[in-house]
């Protein structure tokens, strides 16, 4: 893009056709105000080198710095403006310090060196506002997004390429200033070619080879910045050309028609006056409209953005879009969306270092309120050339949402100006909030003392585990009990508390079917309540049920087995006493047998499942811990006495009882004759 600003200045720029004698370069002065900056910096560099009067050196060490910024190598453009700094460069050296550490994002010390500015220069409000600046842009640098940037590595170059725009079918126009550029000739800024347009397709998995779009559009002056009509049968586009006298350069949008199977003669449209540079066209869906900035001399600042309307008797005079958008600094590359709402890039309004991405809204009278885009489509450095050419995902499936291309010379790019894709993705961040917490007892050492609800259970390990078990993620909750774990889509977990002097416990989480294209955060959450081990306290956990007689273990009582099991395997340290119990029918001798035979069988199921079988003693209580009044000769209904076929747990180990507790529903078998 800086091929652009070239244009800007309206100063003398040297081609090679010139006749480079009457501008012969020797020193560094004369190559800066031939516009060569690159051949500048290395007449400075030797200049600065062999002066040895501090003085003479400060202003050298300046002239570096801003040649180096003309090539946005903002690294070194800060290196020589400290020097020129160390040199008593006063506080115009320490600014521009400042504004190359923001460009480089290094936005701590460039609010440091701005705040510096702020005291010791007359310029309080500036200092201020740009130290502020870049508190702002080190947070939304640190924000979370869900647009994805993506390098257009297979049509970028090393040199600069920048606006990709739509043209026929799926092929797409872009500017460059790479090796394929038509001429010889080379800009006497940057050293690079004169930039042409190029085309590439858009294919499933990237785009093609670029070529060039070829004459007449192209040619050995600079073109840049084409815009199409909705048929493709329009054509505007930027060309930067010398006058007569090759001594000054001027940029004016021309206008091309598609003739059959080519293109027409580019002529130039007479839209300002011609020592006023016109760039950045962009023509509206409808053709009704032309967008373009200009240097005009009555400008709000550097560069201005305008429309044009047309009418059957051609385009009309240029409106400027107001001060809401425009600003003393430059405003640039306008872009309209479906909405109206306009996209343009300026380094006159709050950003993040150099050109930044606005949008402003559309109103009756003009626009509005223009916003940063913010991270990632703006960073430290110049970011430009916005479009759109996805508004909303394709289906329920798609998980494209929003997508489009910025142009920008940030760090890490391939060029010195690169095109990118930014896709906005479905992305769901799945957030499990939990809490460990635990009963609140009236009288906390008296566990059959009121329960008054419950409290939290702070400093408690909680494990974050696989469907299969498997630990993925481990924490302790904090002082209020809580916790927090990131989850996947479409998955099963389990969360596991685990703490000294409490049984573990674990619940179940899923994030099955919960995936939202609108919502980016779905939260979850659950409590994990853990129980205290008090000594000789019987818990009470579901019974396990036997019919008259027998000591074979009911279905039912199998699956809650199961879930004791479960319960052994989170508790490795407990050593557990299996007490089984009948009613009161049959001998108190034969009952004592059965229900011997009975706990045997519990303790044999849970060997099977894979406790060690030390940690189990079985013990048979027969009849003599009956739980209602159906003793010996008490006549009773066989649900009543069923109640008493049970089976207890007790943790011997801790010198803790877990008794059983009986479900809702009991399953009776028929009434068997009695013994």
């Given at each position: 893009?800086?091929?652009?600003?070239?244009?800007?200045?309206?100063?003398?720029?040297?081609?090679?056709?010139?006749?480079?004698?009457?501008?012969?370069?020797?020193?560094?002065?004369?190559?800066?105000?031939?516009?060569?900056?690159?051949?500048?910096?290395?007449?400075?560099?030797?200049?600065?080198?062999?002066?040895?009067?501090?003085?003479?050196?400060?202003?050298?060490?300046?002239?570096?710095?801003?040649?180096?910024?003309?090539?946005?190598?903002?690294?070194?453009?800060?290196?020589?403006?400290?020097?020129?700094?160390?040199?008593?460069?006063?506080?115009?050296?320490?600014?521009?310090?400042?504004?190359?550490?923001?460009?480089?994002?290094?936005?701590?010390?460039?609010?440091?060196?701005?705040?510096?500015?702020?005291?010791?220069?007359?310029?309080?409000?500036?200092?201020?506002?740009?130290?502020?600046?870049?508190?702002?842009?080190?947070?939304?640098?640190?924000?979370?997004?869900?647009?994805?940037?993506?390098?257009?590595?297979?049509?970028?170059?090393?040199?600069?390429?920048?606006?990709?725009?739509?043209?026929?079918?799926?092929?797409?126009?872009?500017?460059?200033?790479?090796?394929?550029?038509?001429?010889?000739?080379?800009?006497?800024?940057?050293?690079?070619?004169?930039?042409?347009?190029?085309?590439?397709?858009?294919?499933?998995?990237?785009?093609?080879?670029?070529?060039?779009?070829?004459?007449?559009?192209?040619?050995?002056?600079?073109?840049?910045?084409?815009?199409?009509?909705?048929?493709?049968?329009?054509?505007?586009?930027?060309?930067?050309?010398?006058?007569?006298?090759?001594?000054?350069?001027?940029?004016?949008?021309?206008?091309?028609?598609?003739?059959?199977?080519?293109?027409?003669?580019?002529?130039?449209?007479?839209?300002?006056?011609?020592?006023?540079?016109?760039?950045?066209?962009?023509?509206?869906?409808?053709?009704?409209?032309?967008?373009?900035?200009?240097?005009?001399?009555?400008?709000?600042?550097?560069?201005?953005?305008?429309?044009?309307?047309?009418?059957?008797?051609?385009?009309?005079?240029?409106?400027?879009?107001?001060?809401?958008?425009?600003?003393?600094?430059?405003?640039?590359?306008?872009?309209?969306?479906?909405?109206?709402?306009?996209?343009?890039?300026?380094?006159?309004?709050?950003?993040?270092?150099?050109?930044?991405?606005?949008?402003?809204?559309?109103?009756?009278?003009?626009?509005?309120?223009?916003?940063?885009?913010?991270?990632?489509?703006?960073?430290?450095?110049?970011?430009?050339?916005?479009?759109?050419?996805?508004?909303?995902?394709?289906?329920?499936?798609?998980?494209?949402?929003?997508?489009?291309?910025?142009?920008?010379?940030?760090?890490?790019?391939?060029?010195?100006?690169?095109?990118?894709?930014?896709?906005?993705?479905?992305?769901?961040?799945?957030?499990?909030?939990?809490?460990?917490?635990?009963?609140?007892?009236?009288?906390?050492e008296d566990p059959d003392s009121k329960a008054m609800g419950l409290q939290a259970l702070p400093k408690t390990k909680v494990d974050l585990k696989a469907s299969d078990g498997q630990v993925i993620g481990s924490s302790f909750s904090d002082a209020n009990g809580n916790f927090t774990f990131r989850l996947e889509a479409e998955k099963d977990y389990k969360v596991t508390g685990t703490k000294n002097g409490y049984f573990t416990k674990t619940e179940q989480v899923s994030t099955k079917g919960l995936r939202n294209q609108d919502s980016t955060f779905i939260n979850l959450y659950v409590q994990v309540e853990l129980e205290k081990i008090f000594?000789?306290?019987?818990?009470?956990?579901?019974?396990?049920?036997?019919?008259?007689?027998?000591?074979?273990?009911?279905?039912?009582?199998?699956?809650?087995?199961?879930?004791?099991?479960?319960?052994?395997?989170?508790?490795?340290?407990?050593?557990?006493?299996?007490?089984?119990?009948?009613?009161?029918?049959?001998?108190?001798?034969?009952?004592?047998?059965?229900?011997?035979?009975?706990?045997?069988?519990?303790?044999?199921?849970?060997?099977?499942?894979?406790?060690?079988?030390?940690?189990?003693?079985?013990?048979?209580?027969?009849?003599?811990?009956?739980?209602?009044?159906?003793?010996?000769?008490?006549?009773?209904?066989?649900?009543?006495?069923?109640?008493?076929?049970?089976?207890?747990?007790?943790?011997?180990?801790?010198?803790?009882?877990?008794?059983?507790?009986?479900?809702?529903?009991?399953?009776?078998?028929?009434?068997?004759?009695?013994?």
């Amino acid at each position: 893009m800086r091929v652009v600003f070239v244009a800007l200045t309206g100063m003398m720029l040297c081609f090679s056709s010139c006749k480079t004698a009457k501008f012969e370069v020797k020193d560094g002065k004369t190559a800066r105000e031939l516009l060569r900056y690159n051949q500048s910096i290395d007449f400075l560099t030797k200049e600065f080198n062999s002066e040895k009067d501090p003085l003479k050196q400060q202003p050298i060490a300046y002239l570096l710095g801003d040649s180096y910024s003309k090539f946005n190598d903002y690294a070194n453009a800060e290196l020589w403006y400290k020097k020129s700094l160390e040199l008593n460069g006063g506080e115009k050296s320490l600014y521009r310090v400042a504004m190359m550490q923001k460009q480089q994002e290094k936005y701590a010390d460039a609010a440091k060196s701005f705040e510096q500015y702020q005291r010791i220069s007359g310029q309080g409000y500036e200092g201020r506002l740009q130290a502020n600046q870049c508190l702002d842009a080190a947070t939304w640098k640190k924000a979370f997004t869900k647009v994805q940037l993506i390098n257009l590595d297979k049509i970028n170059s090393p040199f600069s390429d920048y606006g990709l725009e739509p043209y026929k079918g799926n092929q797409m126009v872009f500017t460059s200033t790479r090796n394929e550029s038509m001429g010889e000739a080379k800009d006497a800024w940057t050293g690079e070619k004169f930039s042409d347009l190029f085309v590439t397709e858009k294919q499933e998995r990237g785009f093609t080879t670029p070529y060039s779009f070829g004459a007449p559009v192209n040619s050995t002056a600079h073109e840049s910045s084409a815009t199409f009509s909705s048929d493709f049968k329009e054509m505007y586009f930027v060309r930067c050309k010398a006058d007569e006298q090759q001594s000054n350069q001027f940029c004016h949008v021309y206008y091309a028609a598609f003739n059959n199977d080519h293109w027409s003669e580019p002529v130039k449209m007479d839209l300002f006056p011609d020592t006023i540079n016109v760039l950045d066209p962009y023509l509206s869906k409808d053709g009704k409209s032309l967008l373009v900035t200009a240097d005009a001399k009555d400008n709000f600042g550097g560069t201005d953005m305008y429309v044009f309307s047309r009418a059957d008797s051609g385009w009309g005079n240029p409106k400027n879009l107001g001060s809401a958008v425009n600003t003393p600094g430059n405003e640039r590359f306008p872009w309209l969306d479906d909405r109206g709402n306009l996209y343009f890039s300026s380094d006159g309004l709050p950003g993040m270092g150099g050109l930044d991405i606005f949008r402003a809204t559309r109103t009756k009278s003009g626009y509005k309120d223009p916003q940063n885009l913010k991270t990632p489509f703006n960073s430290g450095a110049d970011d430009f050339k916005f479009r759109i050419d996805k508004y909303k995902p394709l289906n329920t499936e798609d998980t494209v949402l929003f997508a489009g291309y910025i142009s920008s010379n940030r760090s890490g790019g391939k060029g010195s100006d690169d095109i990118y894709r930014f896709e906005e993705k479905w992305i769901n961040i799945f957030v499990l909030n939990g809490a460990t917490v635990e009963k609140k007892l009236e009288h906390p050492e008296d566990p059959d003392s009121k329960a008054m609800g419950l409290q939290a259970l702070p400093k408690t390990k909680v494990d974050l585990k696989a469907s299969d078990g498997q630990v993925i993620g481990s924490s302790f909750s904090d002082a209020n009990g809580n916790f927090t774990f990131r989850l996947e889509a479409e998955k099963d977990y389990k969360v596991t508390g685990t703490k000294n002097g409490y049984f573990t416990k674990t619940e179940q989480v899923s994030t099955k079917g919960l995936r939202n294209q609108d919502s980016t955060f779905i939260n979850l959450y659950v409590q994990v309540e853990l129980e205290k081990i008090f000594t000789q306290k019987f818990i009470v956990i579901p019974n396990i049920y036997y019919d008259y007689d027998k000591a074979t273990l009911r279905t039912e009582s199998q699956l809650v087995l199961d879930t004791v099991f479960t319960f052994f395997k989170e508790n490795p340290d407990l050593t557990i006493e299996i007490g089984s119990h009948t009613d009161s029918r049959g001998s108190d001798a034969y009952n004592l047998k059965l229900s011997q035979a009975r706990a045997q069988s519990v303790v044999d199921y849970l060997v099977q499942k894979g406790i060690p079988a030390e940690r189990l003693l079985a013990k048979g209580y027969g009849e003599t811990k009956l739980v209602n009044k159906c003793g010996n000769g008490v006549p009773c209904t066989e649900e009543e006495h069923q109640k008493n076929r049970r089976t207890t747990f007790r943790v011997i180990s801790a010198k803790l009882n877990m008794e059983s507790i009986e479900p809702e529903d009991i399953h009776v078998e028929p009434k068997p004759e009695e013994k």
